[in-house]
């Protein structure tokens, strides 16, 4: 069949879930056995998120070709279990950069520039790059931002060309906010009216509207809104708040949003959608009663989306372990020998985040020291890794000036430096590893157990390495590298044999966990977390 495209809109504010939303149809169009890959458009003029702080953007996510996306590809995976790659994720600043590279080659033949006909032409160029690939049966574009931006409007444009050039090949979902305003008790629905009304105004008439709201949205309200907004009333749907975002593809469902998205689009409605793993996965999240405890030690546990990734991989290992998740963010930059015992003594296990720069460090050094002394599952990851290296070094090997040359260029015991052909690369971000890498894993290590197999592919996105001038005092000391790359010899994960579950990976294994495809290592280190916590209680 022709590939169908569907763009997904906000209005009102932003952060309403456009992401989830359209995770959550693509889940449901899946499972009716179609083939579906979403694409986000951000309107920034960054490159993309790579040199973003958390703050700014929260979570930069990594694809398996190794491009640095926004969060909400994650949730792309997560919900599809089909993973993504540098064409599901295009910024303002991709779509200039590639205008003016060529109108600089002469590409354009001496025309003059414009926002239209050519920036829009290379946004709509880029929409249809997967449906052109024959792969997809249904193509969901996220369009960032909200309606009424004024850096949105080169996307909108391109999407009212699209609609009018594909026909029913395309459709218009716009999600927006109905507030209930507490002191009147009453659900508004005027803002919904004007953000379909600015739709309108550039020229795009939505199929679908999906209502967010904290209140059940009564049916005579939701037809009042079909009607002031030229949409059919049973294409109004609304999204309540849901316990877990894991619930939204059900909520969907029950609501009939796929079948009116194959109707509109002129596909046959054939049976239901298989949702079986599914179901599954929320009935065990449903019954858990027990609980285990995380401990998150990072400097961005303040930001709800700076470690979304892990939170999400730890949720699902939990469930899949029959187990709710109790996840304690502890800040680094306020963890010290005085506290560390009072801050970790509850965790039944505690994950070393990720990061880069020396802002916080020190506090991971703490918690590493107090969980390697004190026998409590620990898990590093990328920077997390490296921690485990320097404190190591420090405490256990004696090298009291032991670091990173990304915190200190001077130290005498790099044990995690840059690989020499990285140190000439001056451009920021150049000197990244990116993307997914093989990694052998040592037979009858932990790591490999967890794994059950012996190669693994996982994603990277850091900088500095294991220093192997340095591999056999770690090793005769206990640390052992039981994982590297093949082809360099890099060390990829080390651990100690002697511990309960004291494992670092310098791959961010949180990147291809999935509800339907939990990642092994995460499974394994909350089973260790739970015997712990078992152990404590006798």
């Known amino acids: ?97 590639s205008v003016i590279d060529k109108e600089r080659r002469g590409d354009y033949l001496g025309k003059t520039v414009q926002i239209v006909p050519h920036v829009t032409d290379e946004i709509k160029r880029n929409v249809k790059l997967l449906g052109n690939t024959g792969k997809f049966d249904y193509v969901i574009t996220e369009i960032g931002g909200t309606v009424g931006d004024i850096e949105s409007l080169p996307y909108l ?87 877990s975002i894991y619930q939204v593809p059900l909520k969907m469902h029950d609501q009939h949003l796929d079948e009116i998205v194959l109707r509109k689009t002129g596909v046959p409605v ?17 019954k858990a009663e027990e609980s285990v405890t995380i401990g998150l030690v990072g400097k961005y546990v303040e930001l709800q989306d700076a470690y979304k990734s892990i ?8 469930t899949y372990n029959d187990r709710k998740l109790n996840l304690v963010y502890i800040h680094s930059e306020k963890l010290n020998d005085g506290n560390v015992g009072e801050k970790l003594s509850g965790m039944d296990g505690v994950i070393i985040a990720p990061g880069f720069g020396h802002r916080g460090i020190d506090g991971k050094f703490v918690a590493l020291k107090w969980c390697r002394e004190h026998d409590v599952p620990t898990f590093g990851i990328c920077l997390g890794m490296q921690c485990m290296v320097i404190e190591f070094a420090r405490d256990v090997l004696g090298l009291a000036d032991a670091n990173s040359t990304e915190m200190d260029p001077t130290t005498p015991h790099n044990v995690i430096d840059l690989m020499e052909d990285q140190k000439s690369v001056t451009a920021k971000g150049g000197t990244m590893r990116l993307g997914a890498y093989d990694c052998v894993l040592v037979t009858g290590s932990r790591a490999a157990a967890a794994y059950g197999c012996t190669e693994v592919k996982e994603r990277h996105r850091h900088r500095f390495e294991f220093n192997n001038d340095y591999r056999e005092r770690f090793e005769a000391a206990g640390m052992k590298c039981v994982g590297e ?54």
């Open 270 to 286: 054939e049976g239901k959608p298989d949702m079986a793993a599914w179901l599954h996965f929320l009935e065990r999240m449903e």
């Open 485 to 538: 790359n093949p082809d360099t010899h890099l060390v990829e994960v080390v651990e100690l044999p002697d511990h309960r579950w004291f494992i670092g990976t310098q791959y961010h294994p949180e990147y291809s966990s999935t509800v339907l495809s939990p990642n092994p290592i995460f499974l394994d280190f909350i089973k260790a977390a739970i015997a712990y916590k078992h152990d404590k209680q006798k």
């Open 311 to 318: 939170n999400e991989s730890l949720f699902q290992a939990a």
């Open 1 to 97: 069949m022709e590939t169908k495209y569907i763009f997904v809109t906000g209005g009102v504010v932003s952060s309403l879930g456009k992401g989830i939303i359209s995770s959550s149809l693509a889940c449901l169009l899946k499972a009716r056995g179609l083939r579906v890959t979403i694409q986000k458009f951000d309107p920034y003029i960054n490159i993309d998120p790579g040199t973003l702080n958390p703050y700014e953007h929260g979570e930069c996510y990594v694809t398996v070709d190794g491009h640095e996306a926004d969060l909400d590809l994650g949730h792309y995976e997560r919900f599809t279990n089909v993973q993504t790659t540098r064409a599901n994720n295009v910024t303002t600043g991709r779509i200039y950069q």
């Open 157 to 243: 444009e391109a999407v009212r060309q699209l609609r009018w050039e594909l026909g029913q090949n395309a459709l218009c979902i716009h999600l927006t906010y109905v507030p209930y305003i507490r002191a009147a008790k009453e659900l508004k629905t005027k803002p919904t009216q004007h953000s379909v009304k600015q739709l309108q105004e550039v020229g795009i008439q939505p199929d679908i509207l999906v209502l967010r709201t904290e209140h059940d949205i009564p049916a005579d309200m939701r037809r009042k809104i079909a009607l002031f907004c030229n949409v059919s009333p049973d294409a109004v749907i609304q999204s309540p708040d849901v316990p």
